[in-house]
């Protein structure tokens, strides 16, 4: 080849050569930098921000506390708890609940509830004369409006066959229609579950025979129980109450406003509606309805005194504060409503001087501290003696090696549920496990659930938790609960679905 064209070619092998290398290291270098620049989604380890959410989500077992300072305490004793088992020993139970919520009265809750689950946690292990295995506790975290619940299923799904040997969930939080996909989802991947304030009569097994959430047990009584309850205690009739409910309704308000409607079937007064927003938490424009509505109920006959309210508590306290303003104060009304009425206590925007103007408003709360200790003993359905137990439990948590867990709230009954829920996990872990042995099956768990009653029943700080076949809580007491002006509440009296205790034996009837 002749010189100068070897010297050409070579140029322009040169300057292909360079293009080729440029683009490479430019190409190196954007992927480089995309690398730095990606954001890094993780939160603590099994907790991440799912894409285009804020959120951290997810399973965690160490002391993350998913950036809410009121649950930093309880988070640290779980995790000084957990540190202290030896690998092997243990199976795990995660704690559903909204950690990442922002509502103040939702926050106080799952503070509660986190508490009392911690503290059935720690008397399992330390309290219960060496019985296996030993309980470890992870907190689950679904959203704040369990939006994410599939990601966070998809995790506890894992750790039933890893080292976790997660063996059921507790807690789940409200009766929402994404909690309701999360525990269909949990109970079809074979995961018990163990529900604490859940009482929506269509989150529970047993609905006209069937069981679409199997290994499903709770401790509350469903929204049927508790408004027989409250009309048994009140004597509500047909001609003396008008209801008021949320359209079209959420698991919780659906089935109470169903079972109110049902109490007072034949009403002269047809009921009436407001619709709140999607998301229950937020104010919406639902005063301006509950103004108008109080026109309607003052426009009944004399006589008419009781209002049942099928709603959550953000619409109940508008409504209540609309009461509160109403032209007929000269009659006396009683606001009627489910567990709901607890966030309440201590709400800042219940205007408490409604209160004082002819008008009582009572709920049917899960538990409270008084109910037992102001029944008289010997009452079936509970004892005092169980709620002390945890109390002295409580005393001793404000310090080590126990504590400390924080500011302690008994009056919402939240810790109190929670810790029963807990204990009734631990009580189907323990009963499913072989003799001799540290792991139950995971099938076996959720099979427990029917024999829990008569004397293998749980003997709960909120009252006997006898079980059903369906895994329901048979004939619960259920606490009477007033609000009060001074921004407690008070305890009325202990109610009953079937109108009276369980008889001793605490077995359900067919």
Same mark, same amino acid.
């Given at each position: 080849? @002749?010189?100068?064209?070897r010297?050409f070619?070579?140029?322009?092998?040169?300057?292909?050569?360079?293009?080729?290398?440029?683009?490479?290291l430019?190409?190196? &270098?954007?992927?480089? &930098?995309?690398?730095?620049?990606?954001?890094?989604?993780?939160?603590?380890?099994? &907790?991440?921000?799912? @894409?285009?959410?804020?959120?951290?989500?997810?399973?965690?077992?160490?002391?993350?506390?998913?950036?809410?300072?009121?649950?930093r305490?309880?988070?640290? *004793?779980?995790?000084?708890?957990?540190?202290?088992?030896?690998?092997?020993? %243990?199976?795990t139970?995660?704690?559903?609940?909204?950690?990442?919520?922002?509502?103040?009265?939702?926050?106080?809750?799952?503070? #509660?509830?986190?508490?009392?689950? %911690?503290?059935?946690?720690?008397?399992? +292990? #330390?309290?219960?004369?060496g019985?296996?295995?030993?309980?470890?506790?992870?907190?689950?975290?679904?959203?704040?409006?369990?939006?994410?619940?599939?990601?966070? &299923?998809?995790?506890?799904?894992e750790?039933?066959?890893?080292e976790?040997r997660?063996r059921?969930?507790?807690?789940?939080?409200?009766?929402?229609? *994404?909690?309701?996909?999360?525990?269909a989802?949990?109970?079809?991947?074979?995961?018990?579950?163990?529900?604490?304030?859940?009482?929506?009569d269509d989150?529970?097994?047993?609905?006209?025979?069937?069981?679409?959430?199997?290994?499903?047990a709770?401790?509350?009584?469903?929204?049927?129980?508790?408004?027989?309850?409250?009309?048994?205690?009140a004597?509500?009739?047909?001609?003396?109450?008008?209801?008021?409910?949320?359209?079209?309704?959420?698991?919780?308000?659906?089935?109470?406003?169903?079972?109110?409607?049902?109490?007072?079937?034949?009403?002269?007064?047809?009921?009436?509606?407001?619709t709140?927003?999607?998301?229950?938490s937020?104010e919406?424009?639902?005063a301006?309805?509950?103004?108008?509505?109080t026109?309607?109920?003052?426009?009944?006959?004399?006589?008419?005194?009781?209002?049942?309210?099928a709603?959550?508590?953000?619409?109940?306290?508008?409504?209540?504060?609309?009461?509160?303003?109403?032209?007929?104060q000269?009659?006396?009304?009683?606001?009627?409503?489910?567990?709901?009425?607890? %966030?309440? =206590?201590?709400?800042?925007?219940?205007?408490?001087?409604?209160?004082?103007?002819?008008?009582?408003?009572?709920?049917?709360a899960l538990?409270?501290?008084?109910? /037992?200790?102001s029944?008289?003993?010997?009452? @079936?359905?509970?004892?005092?003696?169980?709620?002390? +137990?945890?109390?002295?439990?409580?005393?001793?948590?404000a310090? =080590?090696?126990?504590?400390?867990?924080?500011e302690?709230?008994?009056?919402?009954?939240?810790?109190?549920?929670?810790?029963?829920?807990?204990t009734?996990?631990?009580?189907?872990?323990?009963?499913?496990?072989?003799?001799?042995?540290?792991?139950?099956?995971l099938?076996?768990?959720?099979?427990? /659930?029917?024999?829990?009653?008569?004397?293998?029943?749980?003997?709960?700080?909120?009252? /006997?938790?006898?079980?059903? *076949? #369906?895994?329901n809580? %048979?004939?619960k007491?259920?606490?009477?609960?007033?609000?009060?002006?001074?921004?407690? +509440?008070?305890?009325?009296?202990?109610? /009953?679905?079937?109108?009276?205790?369980?008889?001793?034996?605490?077995?359900?009837?067919?």
């Amino acid at each position: 080849m @002749p010189r100068r064209l070897r010297e050409f070619w070579s140029i322009r092998l040169y300057r292909y050569v360079t293009i080729v290398v440029s683009a490479a290291l430019v190409v190196g &270098v954007v992927i480089g &930098v995309r690398v730095l620049l990606a954001e890094d989604r993780s939160c603590a380890d099994g &907790v991440e921000r799912p @894409p285009g959410s804020s959120e951290c989500v997810g399973v965690t077992a160490s002391a993350y506390d998913f950036g809410r300072p009121q649950l930093r305490d309880p988070v640290r *004793a779980i995790a000084r708890e957990n540190a202290s088992l030896k690998k092997g020993s %243990y199976v795990t139970v995660a704690l559903m609940l909204p950690y990442t919520a922002t509502a103040p009265s939702t926050l106080r809750d799952v503070q #509660h509830e986190l508490q009392g689950a %911690y503290l059935a946690q720690w008397q399992a +292990n #330390h309290a219960a004369n060496g019985q296996t295995p030993a309980i470890r506790l992870v907190l689950a975290n679904p959203g704040a409006t369990s939006a994410h619940w599939d990601l966070m &299923v998809d995790r506890l799904d894992e750790m039933t066959r890893s080292e976790d040997r997660l063996r059921a969930v507790a807690g789940v939080g409200n009766s929402t229609e *994404a909690n309701k996909a999360a525990v269909a989802e949990l109970t079809a991947r074979g995961i018990p579950v163990v529900g604490a304030s859940i009482t929506a009569d269509d989150l529970a097994n047993g609905q006209r025979g069937r069981d679409p959430f199997p290994g499903l047990a709770r401790v509350a009584p469903t929204n049927t129980d508790e408004a027989r309850a409250l009309a048994s205690f009140a004597k509500v009739g047909a001609g003396k109450a008008i209801l008021v409910y949320d359209k079209p309704g959420d698991p919780y308000t659906r089935t109470l406003q169903d079972s109110f409607a049902a109490l007072i079937k034949g009403s002269p007064y047809e009921p009436q509606p407001f619709t709140p927003p999607a998301d229950r938490s937020q104010e919406g424009t639902t005063a301006n309805t509950f103004r108008q509505i109080t026109h309607l109920v003052c426009d009944t006959t004399p006589g008419t005194d009781t209002i049942l309210f099928a709603g959550r508590h953000i619409q109940l306290r508008q409504f209540i504060n609309a009461l509160g303003g109403r032209g007929c104060q000269d009659r006396k009304f009683t606001v009627l409503t489910g567990d709901e009425g607890s %966030y309440l =206590e201590g709400d800042k925007g219940l205007d408490r001087t409604a209160l004082s103007r002819n008008l009582t408003v009572r709920y049917s709360a899960l538990a409270h501290p008084d109910a /037992w200790t102001s029944t008289p003993a010997g009452t @079936p359905g509970g004892s005092a003696a169980d709620m002390n +137990n945890l109390i002295d439990l409580i005393t001793r948590a404000a310090r =080590e090696p126990i504590g400390p867990i924080g500011e302690i709230g008994l009056d919402d009954g939240q810790l109190i549920i929670g810790y029963d829920a807990m204990t009734l996990a631990v009580k189907g872990i323990r009963e499913a496990t072989p003799e001799g042995g540290t792991l139950p099956p995971l099938a076996d768990v959720g099979l427990q /659930w029917p024999q829990v009653k008569g004397s293998l029943r749980v003997s709960g700080a909120s009252g /006997w938790i006898c079980l059903d *076949a #369906h895994g329901n809580p %048979y004939d619960k007491a259920v606490p009477i609960v007033e609000l009060t002006t001074d921004g407690g +509440n008070r305890f009325v009296r202990i109610a /009953w679905p079937e109108g009276k205790p369980p008889a001793r034996e605490c077995l359900p009837p067919s």
